[in-house]
Every structure is written in C-alpha cells, then in structure tokens.
C-alpha cells in the first residue's frame, strides 16, 4: 500500500496563474479530505468528498478554488490566478469512512511568487 | 460552526518529564476525538483515537476523555526528543460528518 499520493511536491506558480493539485486516495477508501496548513492559520479544511460526492465544501474561498473527484482513484483541487496568500502547504487525506482515522498524503508545497 | 480548542500552544518538557496536552470541542454531538501527530516537514499521523469515557493507554502515551465536558487530554510520559512535534486533536460525529482539527500544541522535549 502506497499510502495517499499527492502530486507534485512543490510547486511555484506567479501571482495571477492556475495550480493544480493531485491526490490519489488509498485503494478502497472512501472518503477524501482537503487542508490547507500554514504556520499562522495552521490547518484549515477546504473541502471533503464521499463516495466521489461532495459533501462538504465550507473551506472552500468560493471564488478561485475548485476541487473534483472525477473517479475513486483521484481528487484534484484548481486554484485559479493564484495569489501570494494561497502560498501554503496542501495536504490530501482519505478514510475508510467520512468521521474516521485519516490518513494523509506528504502534501503539495505551493508557493506564489 | 464547530471548534475545537487545544492548549497550550506551545510547551517545553525536559527528557524523560511528562506533557499533558489539553483538547475540547465546542460541539455537543461529537463522538470521535483523535490525536495527531506532525513532525517538522512531515504530514499529520493519527497517534490514538478514544471514543468512550475514560482512559486509553499505549506505551508511553495515555489519553482520558469526559464526553460530558467534551474534553480530552494527551499525556506523555517519559518523554523523548523524537516526541518533539506538533500535535493535533481533532474531533467529529458519527454518520460520516468532516474530523474538525484544533491549531495544534507545539511540545519541545529538551534533552
């Protein structure tokens, strides 16, 4: 078991440009989570899909930010003209079941130029 | 919109002292509490999880919890260097409701 892939590890993107950021859950897992961890606002939810349904997408700033789950084999999330604050640590989880242990991917590290 | 609050922020502990780590939410429905831990660089890892009143040991760590005042607490004894981390309590419902994560406690273990 590979454990939650997160592709890619870094990414430096300019002020203005589109990231896009992969995640592939553990085989058979259910449910997908997005974070976002910044050493001032620490981790924040984005959004959450079960069963390739969103569920919940609170965390979500409503304007730029997107997240798919087109199959059970991976989630991206889209962040349209990217600014210096989107700059940030993105973490992937998956669990069994929504409410459970979550197991997280090595994140995605954005910086916005 | 439901929280959960950890404290201290930050904490130093000698090698081989004990760090108590405090965790409560503010949701009367939650069910499930979990402590996380994150080493500098590395991803959150789920250390021990506690669904019942009561106590839960494993090894050098123990974790109480008082459903009625929603809080729970991470005690590590004989603490090492390698225990120097972020720990992260999180907390959600039954019937598959988003895990809430507090903003964590920094603890240094100074050797």
């Known amino acids: 078991n590979a454990g939650v892939i997160q592709t890619p590890r870094h990414k430096v993107t300019g002020k203005g440009q589109e990231a896009t950021l992969w995640c592939e859950p553990i085989?058979?897992?259910?449910?997908v989570f997005w974070y976002r961890q910044t050493i001032v606002q620490g981790l924040e939810f984005l959004t959450y899909f079960r069963n390739q349904a969103p569920i919940d997408d609170s965390g979500m700033p409503k304007e730029r930010f997107s997240a798919q789950m087109p199959n059970q084999s991976h989630s991206t999330l889209k962040i349209q003209s990217t600014q210096p604050q989107d700059s940030a640590v993105y973490l992937c989880?998956?669990?069994?079941?929504?409410?459970?242990?979550?197991?997280f991917g090595p994140g995605t590290r954005l910086t916005v130029l | 919109q439901q929280k959960v609050q950890q404290s201290p922020e930050s904490l130093i502990v000698p090698e081989g002292g004990m760090a108590s780590l405090n965790c409560t939410s503010s949701d009367r429905n939650v069910d499930y509490f979990w402590w996380y831990r994150q080493h500098s660089g590395k991803s959150p890892k789920m250390l021990m999880?506690?669904?019942?009143?009561g106590e839960k040991e494993e090894g050098r760590f123990t974790v109480h919890l008082n459903k009625a005042s929603l809080h729970t607490s991470l005690h590590i004894r004989d603490s090492q260097p390698s225990d120097s981390a972020l720990y992260l309590c999180?907390?959600?419902?039954?019937?598959?409701?988003?895990?809430?994560f507090g903003s964590g406690t920094r603890l240094l273990v100074s050797p």
């Open positions: 999180a907390a959600s419902r039954t019937g598959g409701y988003k895990v809430v």
């Open positions: 989880a998956s669990s069994s079941l929504g409410g459970l242990e979550q197991y």
């Open positions: 999880s506690i669904f019942s009143n």
């Open positions: 085989s058979g897992h259910s449910a």
